[in-house]
């Protein structure tokens, strides 16, 4: 397999921009103790969206889940990826509303979400949105997920076959064993190289070095990760830099990376995804999503967004609401 740039960011779900360790931090980086108490609660980011979103807990799967809830129609659930939290999706979900119950949640170990010992194995991670959803009343749902929360939404759609409508994958598939085949040191000419994967191994240490310094790696992966570096502001830096800005939180988002080994060995076990399923990817990524998603499922469509990068519900959100909508329904 081609270890190039377009499948290094199959694995976008990590610390990319701390690859790109020749520069300085934005103007706008700052400790989180300095921003901390300028960032709005949940509560008060979700009242902010038009579309009537509230802010909500559920108990679930043997932990508490944070989610935002708003809208009216069909139940379409949304899983936001590293380092983000549900706020990730905050320019698709007044538009998405109009037309269905959005339920943007905090995965295990994010946010306003418990961040346990164990369970960051995809399989698991799953089993809690299978558990919102029965908790919210709701016998299927339409799911999409971003990075971390592609591999979910893919894991839940496979073994949950019974509670899943249509799911979408954006920019990140479920790991497998290429994930192994990714070097430790880069090749001239290979700008990405995921040394992080195995920094992201190492227990205790990251949330060392990360605690209270999570601006900085903020700022860098959106730096390094978006086309138009204005699309994720300074105000909503703070709010990701506080949600990672602590020991439990720097582990919760590690654990996702710590469990890929469980993953890879649950990936082999399971068959195809047999509900429509959506390949949403940016021009870097879209040639792999291509290859792999048809292997996947037996009801796949692709589609590419332009003129972005790998967080492109923020940076291309009008074109993330065409999608979504046109394949949801």
């Known amino acids: 397999m081609s270890i190039g740039r377009r499948n290094a960011i199959t694995l976008g779900a990590g610390a990319i921009a701390l690859a790109a360790t020749g520069g300085a931090a934005s103007p706008a980086a700052a400790d989180d103790r300095a921003v901390t108490g300028a960032v709005p609660s949940n509560a ?14 559920a108990e679930v799967n043997g932990i508490r889940l944070h989610y935002v809830a708003g809208g009216r129609g069909e139940p379409l659930i949304l899983l936001p990826g590293w380092p983000e939290t549900w706020w990730e999706y905050r320019k698709v979900m007044p538009a998405l509303a109009a037309r269905y119950r959005v339920i943007a949640v905090d995965l295990r170990g994010m946010g306003g979400s418990d961040k346990p010992a164990t369970g960051y194995d995809k399989k698991t991670m799953a089993q809690d949105i299978r558990g919102l959803v029965r908790r919210l009343g709701y016998d299927k749902v339409n799911i999409a997920g971003h990075d971390v929360g592609s591999m979910i939404a893919f894991s839940f759609a496979v073994n949950h076959p019974d509670a899943v409508k249509k799911v979408a994958l954006l920019d990140v598939t479920h790991p497998d064993t290429a994930y192994y085949e990714f070097r430790m040191l880069p090749q001239p ?39 138009n570096k204005t699309a994720i502001g300074d ?15 720097v582990r919760g988002g590690n654990g996702w990376y710590q469990t890929f080994g469980q993953d890879i060995e649950d990936y ?30 037996t009801d796949v469509r692709l589609a590419q967004v332009d003129d972005t990068g790998h967080y492109f519900v923020e940076e291309q959100p009008a074109a993330v609401i065409r999608h979504l909508t046109d394949f949801f329904g």
Not at 212 to 225: A, E, N
Not at 235 to 249: E, F, I, K
Request: aromatic share 18%; no cysteine; charged share 15%.
């Open 44 to 57: 008060e980011l979700a009242r902010s969206l038009a579309g009537g979103f509230t802010s909500n807990q």
């Open 189 to 227: 000419g290979q700008p990405f190289f995921p040394w992080w994967f195995a920094f992201n191994q190492v227990h205790g240490l990251p949330e060392q070095l990360v605690s209270g310094r999570s601006r900085f790696l903020v700022d860098w992966m959106f730096d390094y990760l978006l086309v």
């Open 235 to 249: 105000r909503d830096r703070a709010v990701y830099a506080q949600a990672y800005s602590y020991p439990d939180a």
């Open 268 to 297: 082999k076990t399971y068959g195809k995804v047999t509900a429509p399923m959506l390949g949403l990817a940016h021009d870097a990524f879209y040639g792999r999503m291509s290859q792999v998603l048809p292997t996947q499922g």
